[in-house]
């Protein structure tokens, strides 16, 4: 079911916007939905009957899926959207490639994982910003709460904590580095131009892939995080790769990005020390939740294949 939009449709845009961005400014928004899931459905059904809530409904819906089980029948049926399932090789670069294939040069894709959660006016306030401002080629928003970094929320839980603290329209966006993964929107204009793609070179998980994303588009507009836009990750373990495999992409990862030019030599070293540090000194006593000692492994491992030059991120296909 498609809503209007609210925006500046009758504004004159800003003289320093191309005709392409004008014409965009003053046409119709469409705004898709895409989450890429893999053997969660119990997950995905709990996010998307919480997308119900939401003041501004998504114009169309795609579900990017590995295997048939990924989205039970009838999952989708209550929706009162268009849904489209698409099913292709897992990982979730090749994943978010097949949502990308759907666009046209008016859409505005909105990529969240199948367990977060927004704010009821999350969309309404993310499509106000992409009317507003043509020359914003990504916007993610503001994370209250993210289990990710601990042994995770429930649905229950996510919804609490998002009920408690709801996002802040009053404040101003702020320029970011990149876009966090789990919930961020982009327009699809410059990525169609561009043939921008996620790099299916990161396989799975495809850690860091958001960063790769963001910075290869940053070039083509500007990537804002807004405080307005609230939600909750719920940062769910089912479903995720192993520790090892995740520790050789803690190493490979950044190093390939730095090859590319896509993230920056200190930004990556920062953050392979950081993860190396994390691994080492809790490998004792690991957090229930985490798996140290693979993540240790493979971070050894990684540097082991650096040394003798065949380090690359596909590796991680080949590991337990």
């Not at 590995?66 to 009838?74: H, N, Q, R, S, Y």
């Not at 131009?193 to 996620?198: S, V």
């Not at 083509?220 to 479903?239: D, E, Q, Y």
């Not at 190396?276 to 050894?300: M, S």
């Amino acid at each position: 079911m498609a809503m209007g939009l609210h925006g500046s449709h009758g504004k004159k845009p800003p003289a320093s916007i191309t005709g392409s961005e004008q014409q965009e400014n003053l046409a119709k928004l469409r705004l898709v939905l895409a989450i890429a899931t893999t053997g969660r459905p119990k997950i995905l059904a709990q996010t998307l009957e919480d997308l119900a809530r939401q003041s501004r409904k998504p114009d169309m819906m795609v579900i990017s899926v590995a295997e048939a089980e990924d989205c039970e029948p009838g999952q989708l049926a209550p929706l009162p959207w268009p849904c489209l399932v698409v099913n292709g090789p897992k990982g979730l670069c090749a994943q978010r490639n097949r949502a990308l294939e759907v666009l046209g040069p008016n859409d505005i894709l909105m990529m969240i994982d199948d367990d977060f959660l927004m704010a009821p006016d999350y969309l309404e306030q993310l499509m106000r910003l992409f009317e507003a401002r043509p020359d914003v080629a990504m916007i993610t928003g503001k994370v209250l709460a993210d289990g990710i970094c601990g042994p995770g929320f429930d649905f229950a839980q996510g919804r609490a904590r998002l009920g408690a603290a709801l996002g802040d329209a009053a404040s101003a966006a702020e320029e970011a580095y990149n876009g966090y993964g789990c919930n961020m929107a982009i327009r699809a204009r410059p990525v169609l131009a561009n043939a921008l793609r996620f790099d299916e070179r990161l396989p799975l998980y495809a850690w860091l892939e958001d960063v790769d994303f963001s910075r290869r588009l940053a070039s083509h507009g500007r990537i804002l995080r807004s405080p307005a836009l609230a939600g909750v990750h719920l940062g769910t373990k089912t479903g995720r790769q192993s520790g090892l495999r995740l520790g050789y992409s803690q190493i490979a990862n950044p190093l390939y990005l730095i090859g590319k030019g896509t993230m920056s030599p200190r930004r990556a070293l920062r953050l392979m020390a950081r993860n190396i540090a994390a691994n080492l000194l809790r490998a004792a006593r690991p957090e229930p939740w985490v798996d140290r000692r693979g993540r240790l492994k493979g971070n050894f491992l990684a540097m082991a294949d650096l040394l003798r030059g065949r380090m690359k991120p596909e590796r991680v296909l080949a590991l337990g």
